[in-house]
């Protein structure tokens, strides 16, 4: 998956380095402000897949 794959009006939604390392400072040795973009995307991407399944899931118990 790459950046084509977010939508312009999501790129709002990913993290930058300082909240990344705010929220969970042990990634601080992990992380470099080069790679966590990539890992802003990620983390937004499974964020997405889970909600997307909790919105089906919801769907099909209300059907």
Do not use: G, H
Not at 39 to 63: G, P, Q, V
Request: no cysteine.
């Amino acid at each position: 998956m790459d950046l084509k794959s977010i939508e312009a009006n999501e790129i709002q939604y990913l993290l930058d380095y300082e909240t990344i390392v705010q929220i969970a400072p042990a990634l601080k040795d992990l992380l470099t402000k080069e790679n966590s973009f990539e890992f802003a995307r990620e983390l937004y991407e499974f964020t997405k897949m889970i909600y997307d399944k909790y919105k089906n899931e919801k769907k099909e118990l209300n059907s």
